[in-house]
């Protein structure tokens, strides 16, 4: 059997993509870098670009929880309510520090106050995260400017080292004062509700709800995913139709309930609320989990009772 050309020239390709497979191994996925935005003496613009921090005063050697840092002759100097360090070259046995931060954070900055007696110090080279991404360097003149950056990817490190000054013996002391961080900041379930608050008629069909009005204070992308499906009312019954389960959906964006309710006219019930948790997260390491409530009523003209996350919908 004869093949096209076209044909002949695929399968030329599938081999060689094999061939090179083997050769070079899998091709490594490239991810996107982060973007750094550096605020050199703008401690305003740097605020605002991060709307909310924390601050780190080292007025005593404690400090803040969830700050930890790993360092060579560095300490809180107390008495001028400063952090205190050294950073030498490599020729002199390179020391860094690493300032180590959980949950993750999205910004950074302080006052500096860089300087070597007797010498014209190597400025501060500022790297983060495990593969030491270079910011930006705090040069040698500062006194008690501020400098900072803001990163489009939350980070749990910046290393701090000799800047490109760095030459023979020659060290860099500084003095940092009013740390500030940034933490990646939770998406908010405060205000989350149903895409549908009641459900009519109850004809048994399954009902698609999803989850409205969570938000992210960093603006990020937020997923969510139904973590359970409870309802106030047993799931067969007398006069619910003989239907189970009366809820899926687990795991997805989206929850699934059963319109139906329990009662018959002589024995009518008193409405059933389903209670679908969720919880809702940023990818960059923040979460909240939040609950919302459908109810399908007895009657149109008759509120309905929630009775509780009594029974679990989503079982057989």
Same mark, same amino acid.
């Given at each position: ?19 090179? @497979? ?23 613009? $740097? ?34 309510? /400063?952090? #205190? ?26 006052? #500096? ?8 110090? @190597?400025?501060?080279? &500022?790297?983060?995260?495990?593969? #030491? &991404?270079? &910011? ?10 501020? $400098? =900072? ?20 013996? $020659? ?5 940092? !004062? ?14 989350? @509700? ?23 204070? !960093?603006? !990020? ?19 619910? =139709?003989?239907?189970?389960? !009366? =809820? ?18 002589? /024995? ?11 919880? @809702? ?36």
């Amino acid at each position: 059997m004869k093949r096209k050309a076209s044909e002949i020239r695929l399968m030329v390709a599938v081999v060689l993509a094999l061939s090179l @497979a083997l050769v070079m191994g899998p091709l490594a996925v490239s991810q996107a870098a982060p973007t750094f935005t550096v605020y050199a003496n703008d401690r305003p613009g $740097w605020a605002a670009a991060v709307v909310s921090y924390d601050e780190e005063f080292f007025e005593d050697a404690t400090l803040n929880l969830g700050v930890t840092v790993v360092t060579g002759p560095g300490y809180v100097d107390v008495a001028k309510g /400063v952090w #205190w360090d050294r950073l030498t070259c490599p020729s002199s046995g390179l020391t860094t520090t690493t300032w180590q931060f959980d949950p993750p954070i999205r910004g950074f900055g302080a006052y #500096w106050n860089p300087g070597v007696p007797g010498g014209p110090g @190597a400025g501060i080279k &500022v790297n983060v995260g495990g593969s #030491w &991404v270079t &910011v930006g360097e705090i040069p040698n003149n500062y006194t008690g400017q501020f $400098w =900072g950056f803001v990163s489009t990817e939350p980070f749990t490190e910046v290393r701090l080292e000799p800047g490109s000054y760095c030459n023979g013996a $020659w060290a860099e002391t500084y003095e940092m !004062d009013n740390m500030v961080y940034s933490p990646n900041r939770p998406p908010d379930c405060s205000k989350a @509700a149903p895409s549908q608050g009641t459900i009519w008629p109850p004809n048994h069909k399954f009902v698609p709800i999803t989850v409205l009005g969570v938000t992210d204070p !960093d603006g !990020d992308p937020v997923t969510i995913k139904i973590a359970k499906i409870y309802q106030d009312e047993l799931l067969n019954t007398t006069g619910d =139709g003989n239907f189970v389960p !009366d =809820g899926q959906g687990l795991g997805t964006s989206t929850a699934e309930v059963r319109a139906e309710r329990v009662g018959t006219p002589a /024995v009518p019930g008193d409405g059933r609320f389903y209670h679908i948790f969720f919880k @809702a997260e940023d990818g960059r390491g923040g979460s909240c989990k939040g609950e919302v409530l459908v109810a399908v009523p007895h009657d149109q003209n008759k509120k309905p009772v929630d009775g509780g996350a009594k029974y679990d919908s989503t079982l057989p």
